[in-house]
Antibody, heavy 121, light 106 residues
């Protein structure tokens, strides 16, 4: 069965950095686009970034562009999000999610349980 | 910037039909999908490509689109359907989510 397990969240001071990981299993990871999606406490869903199956294509929400970097290691079945220059408004649960269509730009058919990032002094 | 607009809340009596709308310019050109999120849980895909249901999603969930408005319909709503619902689409290589609709079954 498909599993996505995020890790790496925690408490960080404003201006600090954090690297999130998402371990994938139960499917051929290298075939699928992947995304990071976040949810601030009590708020709605906000897409953060996506990466194509072979890492050729990436894109970011304007709110994180220039500060966050998405990457993947298909040999390790892992997705990453490097977050720099963190701000209080980056506080959220961060989910990794699989794009349900192997060509991307579709729907998210599997989500991880999320990892909480708190940015506070 | 492109936006998807949902009503903040919808109420329905058990056994009745709930309709949640999602509107946006040029929505007619886009595939829409819908997610259900219960408190403390990750979102679950309930409808994709406007009207398709993933395996395991009850038949009472259906989707449709007319012009620039997509609709998630829950027929014979059950107490277990009380949750937040989000629509989602792609626009210019970015993902958009609607603001979410809280469905209350009372």
């Amino acid at each position: 069965q498909v599993q996505l397990v995020e890790s790496g969240g925690g408490l960080v001071k404003p201006g600090g950095s954090l690297r999130l990981s998402c371990a994938a299993s139960g499917f051929t990871f290298s075939d699928y686009y992947m995304s990071w999606i976040r949810q601030a406490p009590g708020k709605g869903l906000e897409w953060v970034s996506y990466i194509s199956s072979g890492s050729s294509y990436t894109n970011y929400a304007d709110s994180v562009k220039g500060r966050f970097t998405i990457s993947r290691d298909n040999a390790k079945n892992s997705l990453y999000l490097q977050m720099n220059s963190l701000r209080a408004e980056d506080t959220a649960i961060y989910y990794c999610a699989r794009d349900g269509d192997a060509t991307g730009y579709s729907h998210f058919d599997y989500w991880g349980q999320g990892t909480l990032v708190t940015v506070s002094s | 910037s492109y936006e998807l607009t949902q009503p903040p809340s919808v109420s329905v009596s058990p056994g009745q039909t709930a309709s949640i709308t999602c509107s946006g310019d040029k929505l007619g050109d886009k595939y829409i999908c819908w997610y259900q999120q219960k408190p403390g849980q990750s979102p679950v895909l309930v409808i994709y490509q406007v009207r398709k249901r993933p395996s395991g999603i009850p038949e009472r969930f259906s989707g449709s689109k007319s012009g620039n408005t997509a609709t998630l319909t829950i027929s014979g709503t059950q107490a277990m359907d009380e949750a937040d619902y989000y629509c989602q689409a792609w626009d210019s290589s970015t993902v958009l989510f609607g603001g979410g609709t809280k469905l209350t079954v009372l």
